[in-house]
Nanobody, 115 residues
C-alpha cells in the first residue's frame, strides 16, 4: 500500500519562504511522476508543480520563478521550495505521485501566508 507523508506547512508572512516535503513508501514499482497540488477555500484543486522520473518539470504560471520542485530518487521524496510567498498562495497543499496508471495523494498540509 502506497503511503505519502507530507511535512513543512505552516504560517509565514508575505514574502517569506517555506519548504514542503513528501516521502512515498510502500510501492513495488517506480514512481513515474510526483507533484504538488493546492486547494484554497471555495476553489478547485489545482496543479502547482510536477516532476517526472526523468526530471522534466512543469509549473503553474502563478508560481513560476518563485517555487521550485525537486526530488530525491533514493528517498522517494519530492520537495517544493516556495519563495516570495503571497497571501494568494494560502491553501492546503497536497502531494501526489503517479505509479503505473494510478495516482496517490497525501493528506495535505496547510500553508497560510499572512499579509
Amino acid at each position: 500500500q502506497v503511503q505519502l507523508v507530507e511535512s513543512g506547512g505552516g504560517v509565514v508572512q508575505d514574502g517569506g519562504s517555506l519548504r514542503l516535503s513528501c516521502a512515498a513508501s510502500g510501492s513495488r514499482f517506480s514512481i513515474n511522476r510526483m507533484g504538488w497540488y493546492r486547494q484554497a477555500p471555495g476553489k478547485q484543486r489545482e496543479l502547482v508543480a510536477s516532476i517526472t522520473k526523468n526530471g522534466a518539470v512543469d509549473y503553474a504560471d502563478s508560481v513560476k520563478g518563485r517555487f521550485t520542485i525537486s526530488k530525491d530518487n533514493a528517498k522517494n521524496t519530492v520537495y517544493l521550495q516556495m519563495n516570495s510567498l503571497k497571501p494568494e498562495d494560502t491553501a492546503v497543499y497536497y502531494c501526489s505521485v503517479t505509479i503505473t496508471l494510478s495516482n496517490y495523494w497525501g493528506q495535505g498540509t496547510q500553508v497560510t501566508v499572512s499579509s
